[in-house]
């Protein structure tokens, strides 16, 4: 049953304090839409607020590949002292006496005379990756995701409630019951457990806002398009679920840690997946590309520009994998309590070199455990290819991950087999784990399979030999330690932005 309600997009989604912002609405019955924009940080900040005449329109059939196409409804002009940030934009409709409401997002970039010194890419790219606005997204077979359409329901705002994580809080739930069961209730897209603002970034960004951090913002694609923007900062963020990089956007960021630059991936499955971003308007990207299981369909697949395939970073066709910048890769992680995988996990990880700085004021010694009570590792993980040297976990190379990389901690994680999957493959489709075997080893026979079964998440750190530092928490679900949840996640946390920013 369709319900009358009110959608819409924000375009550009990255600007500048002063410039124009497009709002691209559309409005059952063409009433009159409410907005109010909000800068969303340790505090709330209403900015603007009017009602706009809008009208309403369909929802083209190929709105998930090409867009929604919309004229603007309203222009704005931001206002010179916005701060840099994530902006929400909250449209209201009145339907017969009943409130109906969505929301749409933009970022405002920092200018050059910002005076902080950190700065978080949202990973926008992965929200798009699973934005099932329109019907298709990139796991159910889209191969094009558009940025200029709305996002469905649940990735830019989720109620509170029991099952809100992806992650399993209270084991054993191998089938994800209160999880499924809160995305039905509230009618979310069934992908928004995975994806969006609410998850990982808003919470970790109100936590250090609140904690006396001042923290530009842009997009993943700002890495791409407004490549000079991240040299102008000590420490570069990620947080939470950041799985879709472009070529650029690594270039950007591994250039700044050749120059020294520091860099924290407080993320898991981070740059699993290489995408390339197209359909320039007005020198911005509308649509992200990525083929994915498809590859041989990729145009680039068996020609020249090879290394551009949109295929896992880790693919020994591209010859590029995402250790080389993070130190660590979901080829060699998996998940931690989520379904049948690691289903009764601590939640947390086993330290082996609690004297490194980072650990500092926590009294944390060897073989404690650490981040339990918030479940901070959870959901997606990443691990690198390692061995045993008197007792402690050390990095082979063999996979990419650099030579001074410190494997500091670790949890178990696995990758779904064909048994254990949440969503199990088709009998003609080969399973997850035997996916990755075959594109990283070229092979997936069973002893190809047996040697990436045995994940972990691993919290680790590296220098560069330009004295960049770069830190990676190995999962999706370090900012869930944060706001009292943790205090040795809060303290290590401190610890890094402190020392890096």
Known sequence: MKIDTVTGYCWPQSILPGALLGLHLSSAGG???????????????????????????????????????????????????????????????DVDGKTRQSHAFFVVRPTADSTNTILLQLATNTWHAYNDFAGRNLYNGNT???LQR?????????????????????????????????????????WAGSAGWPDWEEPFLAWAERNGYGIDVITNTDLEEHPTTIDRYRLLLSVGHDEYWSGPMRDTVEG????????????????????????????????????????????????????????IWSDHLIGRPENRMTGVSFTRGGYHRIGKRVTNGAGGYTVYRPDHWMFASTAIDYGDVLGTSATTVG???????????????????????????????????????????????????????EFLASRVFDDRSDAAVKRIAAGQAMLGSYTSPGGGTVITSGSTDWAHGLAGRDTHIEQITANILDRLG
């Open 379 to 433: 959901y997606e993980c990443d691990g690198c290819e390692y061995t045993i040297a008197d007792g402690l976990p050390e990095p082979t190379g063999s996979d990419g991950t650099p030579e001074t990389f410190e494997i500091l901690a670790m949890a178990p994680a696995a990758h779904f087999t064909r048994a254990t999957a949440a969503r199990p493959p088709k009998p003609n489709e080969p399973s997850e784990i």
């Open 31 to 93: 009433r009159p839409v409410s907005v109010e924009i909000t800068r969303v940080g340790a505090a709330r900040t209403v900015v603007w607020s009017d009602t706009v005449e809008a009208e309403e329109h369909p929802t083209p059939l190929d709105a998930d590949s090409n867009g929604c196409g919309w004229p603007a409804t309203a222009s704005i002009t931001a206002g010179n002292d916005w701060l840099s940030g994530y902006y929400e934009v909250l449209l209201t409709i």
């Open 144 to 146: 094009h995701a558009s």
């Open 256 to 311: 700044f840690v050749a120059r020294g630059g520091n860099v924290v991936f407080f993320s898991g499955n981070t740059a699993l997946w290489q995408v390339r971003m197209e359909g320039q308007i007005d020198g911005t990207a509308s649509v992200m590309v990525s083929y994915k299981g498809q590859f041989k369909k990729d145009p680039v697949y068996d020609t020249d520009r090879i290394g551009e395939l949109t295929s």
């Open 150 to 190: 709305p996002m469905a329901r649940g990735y830019l705002f989720k109620p509170p409630g029991a099952g809100r994580r992806v992650t399993t809080t209270n084991p054993p739930d191998r089938d994800m019951n209160a999880h499924v069961g809160y995305l039905r209730m509230n009618h979310l897209s069934a």
